[in-house]
């Protein structure tokens, strides 16, 4: 009987546990509710990600903005990655059959999602009183030591301005901001794949072809950014996946840029996938 008794309060116990944490997951907010609180939260317990070990032995980086939500109790009950930003120190990766799978940056996202799962904060306040909150939390992986292969600084700098200026595009095209500006990034002979249809990209930026809905839409939200730049700073590799505003409709888009002989960068092929 007590055996019995046992393995009730057992089984019961963990039914609480996985209501608590289906309740728990239910009452997260969407990360781009606006929940108002006057003190941020502060971090207590930090834990470093682990550098995955496939992208440091083939000199890949990269940042990770991980969306975090942090609960009433300073604990991250929830986390995702918002924008990931991979790069190469590596030029020889550039024809490397692998290439794609790396730079969907999926090792850089696990590792910093482990990492920030362990994060400890004293919770953000409203008025006094302990709020949920999302936050954004950034994580680098950079190569340091002698693992690192020589770079210019100036390359580096030059990656880095090239990475912000390529995501500002993008973002500009899809939501049908400065136009007139964007244009003259865009090869007039550039391509695009929409669907199943291939078009002349140029003429659809240029409001020609009606039929095709790639920009325009100030509501859509960037899910996940790739930006890929080889060591030569010549060519850049661009992963987009975008949704509305409702986190519906995603949309993923490859798009191509190289360099011009005058320095400028250029789209030259955009793939988007329905």
């Not at 930006?227 to 700073?233: G, H, K, Q």
Request: glycine residues 6%; proline residues 4%.
């Amino acid at each position: 009987m007590k055996k019995k008794s046992a393995i009730l309060t057992c089984l019961m116990a963990i039914a609480g546990l996985i209501f608590t944490i289906h309740a728990q997951t239910k009452s997260i907010p969407p990360p781009d509710k606006e929940i108002p609180y006057d003190k941020e939260p502060a971090m207590v317990t930090r834990v470093e990600p682990k550098y995955p070990e496939n992208m440091l032995s083939g000199g890949w980086e990269a940042t990770v903005y991980m969306k975090a939500f942090i609960d009433v109790n300073g604990n991250v009950i929830e986390a995702k990655g918002e924008k990931i930003q991979v790069t190469t120190i590596k030029s020889g990766d550039k024809d490397d059959k692998n290439t794609g799978n790396k730079m969907d940056g999926k090792a850089f996202e696990d590792a910093s999602y482990q990492a920030v799962k362990q994060w400890k904060f004293s919770p953000a306040q409203m008025q006094g009183k302990p709020v949920a909150v999302w936050i954004t939390i950034p994580f680098r992986f950079k190569i340091t030591g002698e693992k690192k292969t020589s770079v210019k600084d100036s390359d580096k700098a030059e990656m880095e301005k090239s990475t912000d200026m390529i995501g500002t595009l993008i973002e500009n095209i899809l939501k049908g901001k400065e136009i007139e500006k964007t244009k003259q990034f865009v090869s007039i002979n550039a391509t695009l794949v929409y669907n199943t249809k291939i078009v002349n990209l140029y003429s659809v930026i240029n409001g020609e072809n009606k039929n095709i809905h790639l920009t325009g839409d100030k509501d859509l939200k960037c899910v996940n950014m790739n930006i890929n730049i080889t060591n030569d700073i010549s060519t850049a590799i661009v992963l987009w996946k975008s949704s509305n505003s409702q986190g519906k409709k995603e949309r993923v888009h490859s798009i191509l840029l190289t360099k011009t002989p005058s320095n400028e960068w250029k789209i030259t092929h955009w793939h988007v996938s329905l």
